[in-house]
């Protein structure tokens, strides 16, 4: 998450996408394609090992891939739908975080740094008026969920009834 969250706060933050985070992209894909090729760590291949490395001295090192087309489709999919399963997540929480980075930022221009303390005393401030708020409007949410249950089993009823009607008027 950490390898995405630059080119995340471009998203989120200033509406544009740069080239600035390439490096760090092109490190996350090499990161999940090793946790399915040489680690073993999903079920794209169970503990299969697709590539090896193999170290040759001066031209540096090796890999020596050892799988079908199918598998190689199989985990371009994997490392496509993971990256961009937790590139979601982290714009996420980059928009639930929006307050307090926003506060942090206002900090960075005032003092041109910012300490460890400061940034946690900042998140904590914000997770707290963020569960208060949440306490304050449960009750509304709560309410405005169960209208919208309500009126999704309302149509669904509505539905059937004009499929009896139908059924009956043959």
């Not at 509406?15 to 999903?42: C, F, P, Q, W």
């Not at 040759?56 to 993971?82: C, I, P, R, W």
């Not at 940034?119 to 306490?135: G, H, L, M, N, W």
Request: proline share 0%.
């Amino acid at each position: 998450d950490v390898l995405l969250g630059g080119r995340a706060a471009e998203q989120v933050f200033i509406k544009e996408i740069s080239t600035g985070a390439s490096n760090d992209l092109e490190r996350a894909t090499d990161i999940i394609k090793a946790m399915v090729s040489m680690y073993g760590m999903t079920d794209v291949a169970g503990l299969m090992v697709l590539e090896k490395q193999r170290n040759v001295f001066l031209n540096g090192g090796q890999t020596l891939k050892d799988y079908s087309d199918d598998m190689a489709q199989k985990l371009d999919e994997f490392v496509k739908s993971f990256l961009n399963e937790r590139y979601e997540a982290v714009l996420a929480t980059l928009e639930l975080y929006r307050g307090a980075i926003e506060k942090m930022v206002e900090s960075l221009y005032e003092e041109e740094t910012i300490e460890g303390d400061k940034v946690r005393a900042i998140i904590k401030e914000f997770e707290e008026s963020y569960e208060s708020y949440q306490d304050k409007y449960k009750d509304f949410l709560d309410g405005q969920l169960q209208f919208i249950d309500d009126a999704k089993s309302f149509m669904e009823n509505e539905k059937l009834k004009v499929k009896e009607e139908e059924l009956l008027s043959i």
